[in-house]
Each structure stands twice: as structure tokens, then as C-alpha cells.
């Protein structure tokens, strides 16, 4: 498992934010520190802390995948997000999981469904530290085209056809679709493809059980206001379902407190659990509790609004900087996100943009700005990988950073190309 | 990985719990609720609160393995253990690693170094989790004999010496020790099989680096004022070193924030730092501030001292309950522990102790009292373990509770004797 795990394109990532710390950083991920929410985190410790049971309960271990207690206000929050009526508020919560972020919950669901040599197919481009996972796994990775709406189940299907064909059917296990807001596109799956995805999913189904895991990270992080039904509500209860759902607080609240939920199909109930047990006996049981009060609160709800009116002003400052300083760049485009924290912007084919490349070279070392390559966001065996396109973050920075960033950027893309 | 984890004796043992819920608790191994800080991590909580730039940083992401400030604070710490001038002073921090309790480090290393088919010597009795970590990687796993004074050197040495006759030693590349008030016998390794358990390792590394996985869990546990030197102390610093060293502060602070920490050899620090990365981009950074704090203030080292007051009382209720129920029954005999959370009692060979066993059933049926099978302690594919023996918590209930206990147990003993 060390060795497969060696090649950690993060780890990479993270070097180079550190050696360039005197550049404005258009790459990181993080959330913006200032909507942070200090003030609510103190005041639900303090009144978890003032009833002394409830706060001694909070410090002692909970359960390996949480206390059915605080898995109930869990589910009530997925009731809501889901709407009136859903499955969700029948969900047993046994198939509920808390866990050290979403991120914890992936590893726990790929290592229990994938041996070395499975086949997982994912969106091109894709979440890289899933693709971490993955590689850790052992399984193999293959890419499925993806457009302004997702992944496109066509491709999906012709991949898995191809995959029959080859008589290799039999390995695939696994599709991953982070179905809102993707990292790194910033694009949803449509709401007709999330059922067409399913259904294809289903079909492909014979040799061997396929799951779909649903990543829905930024699902909370949608600034236009329209939200649409996740990919696992399409599907009908039975007791062998093939959806998982993944959503995480590292967006919405704190990534410092590590708290993920994951819901689980009946079948991978077990195994997952005996996983996640042997793990570290469940995460934090005490941030479990601060999350869950303040979801009973309301505090919760109120800060996601305010977070809304927040990340819209930046999401809208990168797009005006990117009309201001891209427009007169030919072969210049960029995606228009309604949510998440990121742009997604190509450039002509023949400019790369790699660690290695002239342009980050020239964006980091003479404008001063950093980004995230776009080859990271693709399996690393995929010879056919673009290699002209760059994440562009405004989770960290302000306003009128992101402007002088992206003004930054402009100038070493023109360097680089004249 | 899912199918090896799914034989979980800890989860057997919850549901017993759950399901004898009506009996007085000798078998849970948690940490007594009223001893657990609330009103100190509050006011850790608060004080980091009120710098808002501390508040949010600690709410933000910290780093894989925690942040080197963090770590530094963690390393005194170690360091003021070890005593001074110990060579912690000078640990790099590159080779220190907070984690999600130690549970969590030990599933990690033992990812890092162990394929399915290698070779892990434990102590018989030992840690049953660590067993289920150990069946989860797919590992053989060996019994070591120990007595009063921990694991035995000369035992170890004639295993080695077997395995190495029968061509296996290539295959041996772990040996597991919990150095400090064991869990379940409460015995530590003398100071002088120390260094000859660090050197019957080392001598063996023959055909393989032999690891020794140094879990000193209950270290700061100690009730009788005597501290031992770690195992670690004994090895000189090099790049290829063979002692790894856990800790964690669910005994001695709170289960509920599951903090741990690790220190590696140079030689595992990059790909337990991979897998770790994957797993969870580590764990919650809220959790190790306020650890972090508590142990700056001083808060820290004064309820510990508290806790061994507490603890003292408790582990001297239990003996002298002991000797007033069981002293009278002939061939029974149990360990008098220095530290920890547990005594360790065997009964006659005849007498046996497992969960389908007369005793457990007259006890937990008749006598509503329940303990842990001695059998769970030792790897469940050794015949000839031992089903005679109990572990027995002074953990959760006071010292009028563990009096009624240890009667209500004397009884049902003798009930299935007579």
C-alpha cells in the first residue's frame, strides 16, 4: 500500500505553494479563512459545555460510524437538502456514516469495494485526490468525457461497452461522479443526466455489481439558488441499491473539524463498518456534536446563506477579470460556474501548463501567481490527457485580489505565448 | 480488505454490551466520564476563540501529518516524558505525526510495512483492536510469551530462531509491544528487557527490517509514581532506525477529540505520510489546537495528575474487592497492576470464560456483571490460546460499583464451580 501510494500529485501541489508563498494563490483549495465561523463553533461548545452530561458524553468516544443520536440530525439535514417527501427521512441509520470528511469516507468505500486491478471509471477532468485514492487502491482508471453538463452518459456507456468487448466487464466496480459543483470544473451533472447515469450504471450491472459513488462535496456551495435532486435520489430503496452519497462540512463550516456523512446501499453496510472500526474506532465524536448543534440551531442554515452572498461576489469578480484580461487571448475559454470555488479555464492546445511547463515557470517565478495544472484533474495513465488547462481558485482570496491574480495570470499567458 | 476486516471481535463485544445493558460494566475499557475535562476544554476553546486569527486558522485545514507549529508543541511534550536531553529534543518534525487517536497511527504504519502473508509477534495477552488491525492487512500473527514483566526477550528470540529455521524469517517484519500498564494485563516491560527486546529485533533484521511498534497508549497512566523510559530511548538515532513510538491523549485527556501521535523512523516518514494524506488529508486540526493549548497552559499536566488520584482509588477498590470475593477460590489469580485501566484475572483451567461459555451466561444473566473473555487477547488462529482468563475495567464505574461488581462476578464464579 506504501508504494502505490508514493506518487501523491498533492503532495506535489503542496511543495509548490509552499516554495511560492510570495505568490498570490489562485491554486488552493481552501475555503475562505474570513467566513470561518469562529463565533457559532465558540458559542455551541459553550452550550454543549454548560449541560456537564452533554459535554462529558461529547468528550468520550462515540460509535465507529456515530452515535445513532447524532446520525438522526444528520439525516434530518439530508431530509431537507433532498426535499419534502424524500427516502432520506426512511433512511435506516445504519446506512449513515460519520466520518474525518468526505474524504475519509471515499478511501473507506474504495478500499472495501476495489482489489488491485479493478476498474473505476471517472469524469475527465476529476477530483486528483480521489485519483490519489485510487491509485492507493491499486485500481485501475479510466476517463469518461464530460461536458457544460457533467459526465456524459453516452460516453459512459460506450466506454462500458468497449470494456465487454474486452471481456474486462467483469472488473469494473466503481464510477465516481461528483455530481455538483465539480472540482475542478465547477460544472453539475444536468438533471437529466443524473437519472441517465444511473440507469446506465444499472444496465452495465452483469458481471459484476457496480456502484456509482455520488460525490456531492459542494452541493451547499450553489449560488445561483437553483438546486437539483442528487443522483441517489433517482433511485428506488432495495437491498441491493448502487449509489452512495458523499457530502462533507469541510465547505459549508470547517474543514479544522473534519466532519463528512456518507450513506451507504444495505450491502456495504458490514463491510465498510468492520473498515472504519478497525480504522480509529470513529472520528471526533466531539466535532460530531458541534456540527449537529448547530443544524439543530439554525446557525448552521443562516451561516450557508451568508457563505452564498460571499463566495457570489468572488466567483463573480474572477469571471469579470477573466472577460477583462482573457478576452483579447485567442483560444482562450473558460466555464461559467454557478457554485463551488472554482474556474475552469483552457488555453490553446499548444501551451502547457504543467509544473514543468514555461508558463508556470513564468506565471510563479516573474508575475507572481500560482495555479493548479489541469493534468493533475485526469488519471495519471491516461496518455491522451490535455495539458493546456488550469484550475483557477477564488476560495481564498478577496475580491480585489482575485482581480490583480487574474491580471497576473493574463500577463504570463501573453508572455508565454508571444 | 473488506472481507478480512469483517471478523470484528470489538464489534461482537459492543453488541454484547448493548445487549447486556442491565449489567454492571466490568468489560468496558473507556475512561471514567467524570474524570473527562469539559470545563478545561472549554476554556481552551474560548482562549482560542477570542484571538480571531487562531480561531480561524484552527478551523481552517492543518496538514497531513499536522502542522509543524503543532508538532513542535507535541515533540516538548515527548520530550519532557522522555526526560531531559533525551534525543526527542532533536526529533525532526518531519517524523512526528498527529492522527485520529493512536488507533488510527497504528492502522496507518501497519498499512505502510505489512503485505497480506507478513509476519506480526505479539504479546499473548495483547491489545485485541490491534489484532483486528493486524486481520485486516491480511497479516500472520505469532504469540510472544510474557509474564510480570512484559513480553519476553528470551521467547522472542526462539521464535525468531523457529521462523528462521523453518525459512521464514524473510516474512517477520513487525513485532508489537504495548510498553506501559498493557491493556488487558496492566503489566509494563520491565526497564531491563527494554533494551534486550530492542536488540532481539535488531539482531533478527537479517532477512528483513524488522520493525518494533512501540504503543505506549496508557504511559501516562501510571498511579504509582515510577516512569519508566520509553523502548524508543533505547535506540540510537539513525537513518534507519526500528522502533516506532504511539501515543494518544484518549486516556489521559479525551476519546472524544481522538488525537494521537506518532513518531516514525526516517525511513517510514514518506509513505506513512502518503497513506495518511489519502486517508483523510489528516485529521482535525480544531481538535489539535486545543490539545495543543491545554498542554502550553499547563492545564494538561495538572488534571492529569487529578486523573491518577482518581484512577488510584479506583484500581485499589477493585483489588481489594479481589481479595475480599475471590481469595477463597481456589486457583484463581490476577495481576496487580501498576497503571492502566485493567486487572487481569485467570480462573481454573477448566473454567472457561469465552461469550458462550456457562460463566459468561450465569453472569451476565443471573449475576449481572459482565467482563471481557480473556480469549479475544490473543490471535484467534493460535489453538492453544488460553479461555480461562477475564479482563476486568476499573475504567467507567466508581468505586462502590466496582465492589458490587467484583462480588456479583465471585459469584457467578462460584455458581459454575460448584
Known sequence: MAQRASTQAIGFLMQQGLENADCLSLAAGFVDPATLPVDLAQKA????????????????????????????????HLTQLEGPGSKMQELPLSRMMLTTGSQQ????????????????????????????????????????????????????????????????LHKVKLVYVVSYHDNPS?????????????????????????????DAAYREMNYSGETLPSIWSFEEASHNEHVILTQT???????????????????????VTDIKSNEDFGSAHFNQNVVAHVL????????????????RIKRDA??????????????????????????????????????????????????????????????STWEQRPDNQMRLSYGVLNAEQIHD?????????KAVIS
Open 249 to 271: 462540512f469541510s465547505k459549508s463550516f470547517s474543514p479544522g473539524l473534519r466532519v463528512g456523512i456518507g450513506v451507504l446501499p444495505p450491502q456495504l453496510v458490514n463491510s
Open 45 to 76: 461548545i459553550s452550550e454543549i459545555a454548560n449541560q456537564t452530561a452533554q459535554g462529558q458524553i461529547s468528550l468520550q468516544y462515540g460509535a465507529p460510524s456515530g452515535s445513532d443520536q447524532l446520525r438522526a440530525v444528520f439525516r434530518d
Open 318 to 379: 474572477m469571471l469579470a477579470a477573466a472577460d477583462e484580461f482573457f478576452s483579447d487571448i485567442p483560444e482562450v475559454t473558460w466555464l461559467k460556474p454557478e457554485g463551488g470555488l472554482y474556474v475552469w479555464m483552457s488555453l490553446p492546445s499548444s501551451i502547457s501548463t504543467s509544473f514543468k511547463s514555461p508558463l508556470f515557470r513564468q506565471a510563479t517565478e516573474v508575475n507572481k501567481v500560482m495555479y493548479v495544472p489541469g493534468r493533475l484533474f485526469y488519471p
Open 105 to 168: 469516507f471515499l478511501t473507506l468505500v474504495s478500499q472495501a469495494i476495489l482489489n488491485p486491478g479493478d476498474i473505476c471509471l471517472v469524469a475527465a477532468p476529476t477530483y486528483f485526490a480521489y485519483l490519489g485514492v485510487l491509485d492507493g487502491v491499486g485500481a485501475e482508471v479510466l476517463p469518461i468525457a464530460a461536458d457544460n453538463n457533467g459526465m456524459d452518459p453516452a460516453a459512459l456507456n460506450s466506454t462500458l461497452e468497449q470494456l465487454a468487448a474486452e471481456n474486462r
Open 186 to 214: 465547477g460544472v453539475s451533472v444536468s438533471e437529466e443526466r443524473r437519472p441517465q447515469l444511473l440507469d446506465c450504471v444499472k444496465r452495465w450491472s452483469k458481471e459484476s455489481h457496480i456502484f456509482l459513488l455520488e
Open 405 to 413: 491574480g487574474m491580471k497576473r495570470l493574463a500577463e504570463a499567458v
Open 296 to 311: 439543530k440551531s439554525g446557525d448552521y442554515q443562516r451561516h450557508v446563506k451568508s457563505l452564498h452572498t460571499a463566495y
